[in-house]
């Protein structure tokens, strides 16, 4: 990657950050919601460690998913513009490049 992919102005930093902040809330919110339909479903002692597990794996995921480190932004974006949690217009104000890549990633990945 060229050096302007790599390096984020403060302007950037603080676009990114609100949009990783916009994303990982409305994430969150969806899981809330998942949950509140399976707790409601609880009937025994293994429908609360199937939440559980679930619990743990989404933990898990949403651990890795959401990296903030500047290095793994762009894929990060990609990831969430892919899976919906983002929109292209949730990163206006970025550098050029840096959207044309995170558009072509949402592409390939």
Known sequence: MQTSELQWTSQEQS?????????YER????????????ASAVANTDDIWRLHDFLSARRHELDGKYDGREAALIFVFA????????????????DPLKLSKITALTRMM
């Open 15 to 23: 676009i990114a950050k609100t949009a990783f902040d916009k994303a």
């Open 27 to 38: 994430e969150i919110k969806a899981l809330v919601q998942v949950v509140r339909d399976q």
């Open 79 to 94: 990831d969430l513009v892919k899976e919906g949690w983002l929109s292209l217009d949730d990163l206006g104000g970025l």
